[in-house]
């Protein structure tokens, strides 16, 4: 088993992410049509990303300190990976410490700090959330792990394999727009919520509505009409179904891990339509 890799060989993301599609890989790359670029509008922990082959890659995403510790990550690599490995001292594990370095990283400027302490945050706070309020701040607390692990082999696998990509901070639909014939476009948008308790879009700043939802399944259509494939990861709801109707769907089930309680971490149902 190489390392950053689990033992079925996938490439595990170095960021822990609500949402991340590390343990549904399989299914959608089998289902994710041969092309010479993949697209991804949303893309999150990049965990499709790291675990396919494609000649190249455009990754956006609207989190501004996601795709600026890509970017640094990217450009930086050991020289980086070693800057990250000073915050994961232990004394840094207590809630003291981490309430400081979460207020250094919200007044912080320089992107390659802020991009470490991002690290840092992911791996200390609150079930890896990422999460900000109305002010743009990182708000989520302290995670009271006894060990938080640090990527440092999973950052450097990201690095080698970021140099085939482009990382951009954008809209989905700007970032669709420049999608063109020989790319294929993989979107894991904020899912629609199963209740109207768990809107899970609040983790990110902005949220996703219906709207949008409806906006991002048009714009699949519009661009398999261009000859462009497009595979879409959302909830198996009434609402998806309908949005989706001219896709292929592929239904299953999948255990949640959002929250902290294993009781807690029921099955929910889920869909990937492909529109070609």
């Known amino acids: 088993m190489s390392i950053g890799t689990s033992r ?10 609500a949402g991340g599609k590390y343990r549904i890989l399989p299914r959608i790359q089998t289902l994710l049509p041969a092309g010479e670029r993949l697209v991804e509008p949303f893309v999150g922990s990049a965990a499709v990303f790291l675990n396919t082959d494609f000649d190249h890659y455009l990754l956006g995403d609207t989190n501004r300190d996601l795709i600026g510790l890509y970017r640094t ?8 990976v ?6 994961f001292d232990a004394a840094n594990n207590s809630p003291a410490a981490y309430y400081r370095l979460r207020d250094e990283f919200n007044h912080s400027r320089d992107v390659h700090h802020r991009s470490a302490l991002f690290v840092y945050l992911n791996r200390h706070g609150y079930n ?6 109305s ?10 792990y006894k060990s938080p692990y640090f990527p440092a082999a999973e950052m450097l696998a990201f690095h080698h394999k970021a140099q085939r990509a482009e990382f951009r901070h954008d809209d989905f639909a700007h970032i669709i727009a420049e999608a063109r014939r020989g790319d294929v476009i993989y979107c894991d948008p904020p899912y629609v919520p199963l209740s109207r308790s768990a809107n899970f879009t609040t983790y990110s700043a902005g949220g996703f509505d219906l709207e949008q939802q409806n906006m991002l399944a048009k714009l699949a259509c519009k661009s398999a009409a261009r000859g462009i494939p497009v595979l879409v990861s959302n909830h198996n709801t009434r609402f998806t179904r309908e949005a989706y109707r001219s896709a292929k769907l592929s239904k299953f089930k999948v255990q949640r891990f959002i929250s902290c309680d294993a009781l807690n971490r029921n099955t929910a149902g889920e869909l990937l339509a492909l529109f070609t």
């Open 128 to 133: 890896g959330l990422c999460r900000y309020n």
């Open 135 to 144: 002010k743009g701040e990182f708000n989520v607390p302290f995670g009271r």
């Open 8 to 17: 079925r060989g996938q490439a595990r993301p170095f960021l822990k992410w």
């Open 82 to 87: 070693d800057y990250c490995t000073s915050l």
């Open 73 to 80: 990550l990217q450009a930086d690599g050991a020289n980086f």
